[in-house]
């Protein structure tokens, strides 16, 4: 077994599985009549599962670490306080509010991850128009998914696996995979969940995509800051960062489940394939004899 | 005039002593002399286990700083690592440490170590002092083993060191893959500096 997969045990399948195992604990899906959990719990169930494998992958920094992976931490809980408020406050469920609860979120999350680029990074006007254009972009990210997943049940949990799946393999390419480990429990709890969900009826995933927003946000601008500068992988980002809006142009399809799900699936291969083409396989200088493996033999 | 003769062989004579003994003072270290880090001819090495095989060397080639080494007066240590220059002799390899895996060079460009106390240790010296790497301060001990010290002509007055000190990278921070990896780094440290 090699050591990136009993990383993926320890950090990903372990915290996951724990929260798969309660939420299946509350669904109860070999009952016939089995109503699915509140889709807040289960959102709330997966924003654990999110913070485990964090500490797990990048070990405990502290409450409110400077280096920013201690801080990958706290990803999710904007995304579930956003989705608690639209959940208990009625008029939050105005589509205008809910947008400005996506731009709060997406604020918070840049904020946290940009002290030392605002520190000894941007000077002048640098700080307000990264901060604007970062929020605005995780802000779409948020409310796309939020629009594209709202109502839906398994086969919108197969597209948020599929979407964090892409996240990793960009930012594993970034050379940067602990952030691809942190996108695990995402991928894990909501395909699980869709494959359950083919079984019987799942919970909605309304909550659960404040969540998945805001975690795939957070990686997003973590890797766009601090990737190496080597790489230049910001295209292969932006590509990724495309692939939240997926759901919500299949809503614009107004197709049957079934065809918006392929559809959403031939795009997101699409759009992982072409972040692929965007990133260079070794680095411009490498000998013949660099054969310097980040998964260490894995395969 | 038998006087005046006498007056300027003895004034002659001072001053060829003072000059002696102005050049013998410039090319012999006095007790505070301050040296800069030569970085051409310092080599700060680490070494780790990979898979629990074999010990694995890298380098960094950037760093600067000064040292004091004075065995009665107040002695210090000051070094400055550019992350961005790590060596492992792989550009994919570099790329990884630098990337936030591992040092996250993007956020945290720069590795320090300062001293605190530095006392004589028979021929070495016994330093403690802080290291920072990857943002987190911690403090380390080890012996300085000092290798040399003279003047080398047109390179100028040198003084050089040489150090070993085993840290655990999980204590800064560094924290991926620790199955693969060993927790502890060896940093194998040899300082030319010249004399300010």
């Known amino acids: 077994m090699g050591p990136i997969v009993t990383e993926s045990l320890r950090a990903v399948v372990a915290p996951t599985g724990v929260a798969l195992a309660l939420l299946i604990a509350l669904w109860r899906p070999w009952r016939r009549n089995a109503a ?83 520190a000894y990074g941007w000077e002048g006007w640098r700080t307000p128009v990264w901060t604007v254009a970062l929020t605005a972009l995780g802000a779409a990210i948020i409310t796309g998914l939020e629009a594209g997943m709202a109502g839906r049940r398994a086969g919108g949990s197969l597209v948020l696996a599929v979407t964090a799946a892409v996240f990793a393999l960009v930012l594993f390419d970034a050379h940067i995979a602990s952030l ?120 | 005039m038998r006087m005046t003769r006498m007056f300027a062989v003895a004034s002659s004579l001072a001053l060829v002593g003072a000059i002696a003994a102005f050049s013998t003072g410039a090319s012999t ?27 694995f060397y890298g380098r960094f080639n950037k760093a600067e700083g000064s040292f004091v080494l004075d065995a009665e007066g107040a002695s210090s240590l000051d070094m400055t690592i550019d992350v961005d220059s790590v060596d492992t002799h ?27 106390e530095i006392t004589p240790d028979a021929d070495n010296y016994m330093v403690t002092g802080d290291l920072t790497i990857r943002g987190t301060t911690k403090p380390v001990t080890f012996t300085l083993v000092p290798t040399g010290e003279g003047d080398t002509g047109r390179m100028g007055y040198r003084s050089g060191f040489e150090a070993e000190l085993v840290i655990d990278r999980l204590d800064y921070g560094v924290a991926f893959l620790p199955d693969a990896l060993g927790a502890d780094v060896t940093l194998l440290i040899a300082v030319e500096g010249v004399r300010k």
């Open chain 1, 36 to 118: 699915p959990p509140d889709g807040l719990l289960v959102a709330a169930l997966l924003a654990a599962a999110c913070a485990a494998n964090a500490v797990i992958t990048h070990g405990w920094k502290g409450v409110w670490p400077t280096d920013f992976t201690g801080r990958v931490l706290y990803f999710a809980l904007p995304g579930l306080v956003a989705a608690a408020v639209v959940r208990f406050v009625p008029i939050a469920r105005r589509p205008w509010v809910r947008s400005v609860l996506a731009v709060a979120a997406a604020f918070v999350i840049v904020w946290a991850l940009s002290h030392s680029r605002r």
């Open chain 1, 180 to 299: 691809s480990e942190n996108t695990g429990p995402i991928s894990m709890f909501c395909g699980t969940m869709g494959v359950l969900g083919l079984i019987r009826r799942g919970p909605v995933l309304d909550s659960v995509s404040w969540v998945v927003g805001a975690v795939l946000f957070g990686l997003f601008v973590s890797g766009y800051l601090y990737s190496s500068k080597d790489d230049n992988p910001r295209a292969a980002f932006t590509l990724a960062a495309a692939t939240a809006l997926v759901p919500a142009l299949g809503l614009a399809l107004r197709s049957r489940p079934a065809t918006r799900l392929m559809g959403e699936l031939v795009v997101l291969a699409a759009l992982a394939g072409a972040a692929q083409l965007t990133l260079p396989t070794s680095a411009p200088d490498a000998s013949p004899a660099d054969e310097y493996e980040m998964d260490y033999g894995t395969d």
């Open chain 2, 29 to 55: 270290s006095t007790a505070a002399d301050t040296f800069t880090v030569d970085p051409v001819h310092s080599s700060i090495l680490f070494k780790i286990n990979h898979m629990g095989i074999a010990p």
């Open chain 2, 90 to 116: 792989s550009d994919d390899r570099d790329k990884h440490l630098k990337s936030p895996d591992f040092f996250n060079a993007a956020q945290f460009p720069v590795a320090t170590f300062k001293s605190t």
